[in-house]
Nanobody
């Protein structure tokens, strides 16, 4: 019984910034990793950033390294994605995801694979204009 709710999306000009939030509720005490994914029309869902709870490590897609930062506030049970220097190619629906359970679903080093997550938010739209 876990619910993830994203917020913070919107429309910005290229070079601008947005901060996405993902509020988690329910039984989240066995969270192995959390991540942000995005999907543009006609494209497959791709991993953007992930945090591995076991060691606190973070991983990013090459396309967003140096521009995006993923972080967690455990006290607020909230995941964030700070997005700076946004580009038109960042335009997509952004989804928050969590791997929660007795056994981790992660099999990659980065945690950027959609199949590694069993809980998903409804998404928040990010549109970047030039």
């Amino acid at each position: 019984q876990v619910q993830l709710v994203e917020s913070g999306g919107g429309s910005v000009q290229a070079g601008g910034s947005l901060r996405l939030s993902c509020a988690a509720s329910g039984y989240t005490y066995s969270t192995h990793c959390m991540g942000w994914f995005r999907q543009a029309p006609g494209k497959e869902r791709e991993g953007v950033a992930a945090v591995i709870d076991s060691d606190g490590s973070t991983n990013y897609a090459d396309s967003v390294k140096g521009r995006f930062t993923i972080s967690k506030d455990n006290a607020k049970n909230t995941l964030y994605l700070q997005m700076n220097s946004l580009k038109p190619e960042d335009t997509a629906m952004y989804y928050c995801a969590a791997d929660i359970g007795l056994i981790s679903r992660r099999y990659s080093e980065t945690g950027l694979i959609p199949d590694e997550y069993n809980y998903w938010g409804q998404g928040t739209q990010v549109t970047v204009s030039s």
